[in-house]
DNA sequence: AGACAAACGGAGGGACACCCCATATCGTAG
DNA sequence: CTACGATATGGGGTGTCCCTCCGTTTGTCT
């Protein structure tokens, strides 16, 4: 009964499930983040219906799609928590927004998760902003940031710079860089 | 055979237009860019033919939907490029930044018409950068801004604010500010 | 008023999201 | 190794949407 209560699915459907986030990820990648659900489907093998089932809704596809990214990203954050104060906060905006820029329908994704209506869990937005607080708060504790600065806000800006930029890295970088120094000389 | 050169529509064309205008750019706001194109017609009281006969595409609906308010915008640009070249900037991007932000799908519009692949005419976009090109180059004629500013990357950087703070004019602001004072002391 | 061009709208094809139920498959107990 | 029951599957059905064809209506000009 113990056994039993460890819910553990069938391979056919672990197989199926790693299958379309796989597939998923190369059409969201290719077609941006509104790539047909039956296409996806189709090219993972499976009726739509068996999508459906493992995902209720688009948002809970995309969720483990990005999972993986944003998992890498929260982790590169730590290592740069460990680094100069002075410059780990800007370095990780620019990955995060140059990654972002790369990662077709990330961005919107990310940003999605800002206004979220319902509290479902930890959001990938939510994660980034742990991060992003982390790493604020070493830059405030050397004066290298502007007191008071909101980690939220930093890191919703940079996630506006990878929305619009989508698909022009260099542009992002650009952009990121002018909402840091400001339009001041 | 000169007064035929004057391709005049009929009275129900021009009515049909207007009205679907008028449709439009209440259930854009209402309901975002994504709105169902036959809720529209359905709503304007034709056929869906009919909107497709006079709007080919999405685009050249919301294009004519957003046209006056990014008229007014145009116009707004015009009175402050005749003001104090010091304030005349930021108040542009504010009121820019927080118009978008109040008007579902104007921001994403704008946005859009930045990388606009083929070479149709005079966009939303276009007309925006031309605005804020004036009073960049007053701003910087008084110094208030860092010499070779781009006025193309403020623009874009104004629409990413608004498109990621949609429905939340004090978060637009905030944020502007954000980017406009950058993050250092 | 009558004729002709202009504009309309219903209907239908193709694509999509999502759901129901008969069927197939997996894991296990005997 | 086999048979059984729970689990998972997928074809097909419904409703919506975008877009187009074509027979019909409406405006305009003489």
Redesign the pocket.
Known sequence: MA?QQIR??????Q???ERLVEVASVLVARDGA??????I?REA??????L???F???RALLEEVFQGIVERLRRRAGELAGGDPRTGLVTWLEELTVCAANTRGLAAWLAAGADNDPPNGDTCHVVMREATTVLVERAMSVAAVRPGLSPEDLLTLAEAVSLVTEDDPTAARRLLHLALDGVRP
């Open positions: 056994k553990t699915q069938r391979t056919d459907w197989r199926n499930h509104q790539v047909s659900l039956e296409k489907a093998g499976v009726g739509s219906a068996t459906h089932r493992h209720p809704s688009r």
